[in-house]
């Protein structure tokens, strides 16, 4: 009884979970999505979106590996839930398609920080299946999903990574990927410090 009403939640908060990013798809498309921006400690908003995977790596016995800056990172112009949802998509990505025993990074560069606009880059690296070349243009797009991403997870709603690239872009940022198809995939996106005054 135990065993199927866990796969039974687990179905559910799959169907829960495309539902969500139905309806944040019809926010995108209105364009009426409100973003309130205030100064937010990144690196402890990292923490916390990382702290919800625990269940998740420890299931899996994956490694997640928390590269932070040095030097005290300064607060970022930014809508928490908006970048919340981003890192949680990106991170969910991540563990689920490294396979078990693998290894995450976590990484928040301030190399940027002192360039005439200064940005902050976030990056998450996986030692998972990676994105086949021939779809890699592919990624960001609506409903897409890779073939190799498909066979691991059946279930999902193609919809994570062009909701992702909708809000970095309206933060004035923008995100991107490279691959090793079979070895990983690294998922980054950059964050202005302040946010241009309209």
């Not at 994956?62 to 928490?80: Q, R, S, T, V």
């Amino acid at each position: 009884q135990e065993k199927f009403l866990s796969k039974a939640l687990t179905s559910t908060e799959r169907v829960i979970s495309i539902v969500n990013d139905l309806l944040k798809i019809d926010l995108v498309d209105e364009n009426n999505e409100i973003y309130n921006f205030k100064s937010t400690d990144l690196s402890k908003l990292a923490e916390e979106v990382s702290f919800e995977f625990t269940n998740q790596l420890e299931t899996k016995q994956i490694k997640l590996n928390i590269n932070k800056p040095k030097a005290l990172l300064p607060d970022i112009e930014l809508e928490p839930n908006k970048i919340r949802m981003v890192l949680e998509n990106i991170l969910d990505n991540a563990i689920k398609y490294t396979p078990k025993g693998g290894t995450v990074e976590l990484k928040i560069s301030d190399e940027r920080l002192n360039s005439a606009e200064p940005t902050v880059v976030v990056s998450v690296t996986d030692s998972g299946i990676g994105i086949p070349l021939e779809e890699t243009d592919k990624i960001f797009q609506k409903f897409f999903r890779a073939g190799n991403a498909i066979k691991a997870e059946p279930d999902g709603s193609g919809l994570g990574l062009f909701l992702a690239r909708d809000m970095v872009e309206k933060h004035g940022g923008s995100i991107w990927f490279k691959t090793d198809p079979g070895r990983g995939t690294t998922f980054s996106f950059s964050l202005p410090l302040h946010q241009k005054k309209v």
